[in-house]
Structure formats: C-alpha cells, structure tokens
C-alpha cells in the first residue's frame, strides 16, 4: 500500500544526505535512516491513497518522530493507538541531552499527544482516522545546537536551507500527487506556506490549524478546540 510513499522516501534520504549544514546547527538526526523499521510500518499500514485530507507538520520533535519514525509520533500514541512498533537505532552522532531511545523512551512530547489524541477522540480507531486522513511531516530532519537546543529549518542559514527545502518540496509534492487528497492542511504557519509554494497549480486547496507546540501561547488556551472550530470551518466534519 505505501511502496510509492516508501519509494518517495528514499529519494529524500538520498537528497539530504548530500547537504551538509555549519554552526549554529551542531547535530542533524534523521529518523527516516535509523527508525526506518517503525516509518515502514506507518507508511504500508496507512499510506494509502484517495484521502480527504493530508495533514503537513514541520519536522520531528526530539520527543515524538525521532524516537518513533511516525509523525508527530508521541510514544504513547503510537505504540497502542496506531499499533506500531519496531526496532530503532541512534543517530551519529548524538546530542546527550537528546538520546534515542526508541520505544523505551519515557518523555512524551506534547505536540503529538495533542494532535493525535484529538484525532483519536474524533474518530475513535485508527482505521477510521487513515480511510480519510493522512499525516507527514514536511521535512523529517531534528537539527539540534551545541546545547542541544531545537533549530526549525526556517532558522537556518540561507544557503543550506534553500537545498533543504528543495528537496522536501519535491518529496512533498510527489507525495500529494501520489496519495490525491482532496485539500492539504498545514500544521502551523510554516506547512502551511510550503504548501501552498509547492501546490500553487495543481488546484489542490490548502488550510490550516493551530500547531499544538507548548511553544505557542495560543496552543496552550484550549487548542482541542481551537482546531475543532478550524477544521469545521474548512469543511472537514467528524
């Protein structure tokens, strides 16, 4: 079922593994490469086609996707709601503030849990959930500093992020036309407008919802139903 997403998702690999990236940026993890066992699973388990919506999210959150390989993938939700598991190994090098652990990591990251457990109060299986949505994250690179704080792509110096978002542009497009929704929704400002660059023709339509980051003020005043009213106005009922 996802062997065109699987395929689209090597070339990314293959894409960013020829960009290299200099101070403030000190550590580039890709869970695409060493949790490439979990990321199959969510891919050939969910990525079909002919979807209402795809969901866009950013890039990983140390806590979420590069532990797990999923998007947005709290530990939690992922293992027992999603039902995904799997071997994951550690990137090269490693921040120690930010390990890897996997599955057997204890944090919870709090963008994920919001965002999945809204899906999952809203449509109560998984299976329900995927028959209409899909969920990626735009670029699947975690860029920490020295002290192992987060650097967004839109941070980075021009120069290495403009091949950056070359490819992932490329790779998101080619993701959209293989899965055809019906509209693209960005998780926050930043999805939002890679969507909309990258779709300006296709006649796709593209929305957005509140990220769910703690980082935003606005997140932390009753998101759940921030995004509910979001998404109702965009046409997309539960």
């Known amino acids: 079922m996802g062997r065109k997403l699987l395929e689209i998702t090597n070339r990314l690999v293959e894409d960013l593994s020829l960009l290299q990236f200099s101070s403030p940026v000190a550590y580039v993890y890709n869970p695409l490469v060493y949790a490439r066992e979990p990321h199959f699973h969510y891919l050939s388990r969910y990525g079909g ?3 209402e919506a795809v969901f866009v999210g950013m890039n990983p959150g140390p806590w979420g996707m590069a532990q797990t390989g999923v998007p947005f993938g709290e530990i939690d939700i992922v ?3 999603l039902g995904i598991d799997g071997e994951v190994g550690v990137p090269r090098p490693e921040h120690p503030k930010k390990r890897i652990e996997g599955f057997r990591c204890r944090r919870s990251e709090v963008s994920g849990r919001r965002l999945w457990g809204l899906f ?3 449509t109560g299986t998984p299976e329900k959930f995927f028959e209409r949505f899909f969920v990626v994250n735009y670029c699947p690179l975690l860029f920490l500093d020295a002290d192992g704080r987060n650097i967004t792509p839109d941070k980075l110096k021009s120069g290495e992020r403009v091949p950056l978002l070359e490819a992932c542009d490329s790779a998101l ?4 036309e293989h899965i055809g929704p019906a509209k693209v929704i960005g998780v926050g ?11 300006t023709e296709s006649g796709v339509p593209v929305g957005k919802i509140l990220h769910p980051s703690p980082a935003s003020p606005a997140a932390n005043k009753g998101w759940e139903n921030i995004v509910r009213d979001q998404l109702r106005d965009q046409g997309i009922k539960f």
């Open 189 to 199: 400002n930043f999805a939002e407008e890679r969507a909309k660059k990258i779709l």
């Open 49 to 51: 086609g002919g979807k």
């Open 120 to 122: 999952r109060e809203l």
């Open 79 to 81: 293992k027992n709601w």
């Open 173 to 176: 497009l080619r993701s959209i």
